[in-house]
C-alpha cells in the first residue's frame, strides 16, 4: 500500500513538472538559458511577495494568455 501511494506522488510531482515546463514554453522562452529562467523567477518571487499590484497585474497577463490557447 505504501509503495502504491509512493509511486502516485511520483506520478502527480512529473505531471506538475511537465506543467511547469509547457509555461516556459508557452511564454516564448524555451530557448532562454536555464539560469537567466531561474533568475528570473526567484527575482519575481521577490517581486511579488513584496507588491499586491504586480501580482494582480500579472495575474490579468496570465489570464488572458491562457484565454487566448485555441481549442
Known sequence: MARSSILDARRKDTREKIALGGLIVKAGLRYEKRALLLGALI??????????NERAR???IGSEAFGNDDP
Open 43 to 52: 527575482d519575481l518571487r521577490h517581486r511579488i511577495n513584496l507588491d499586491e
Open 58 to 60: 500579472l495575474i490579468a
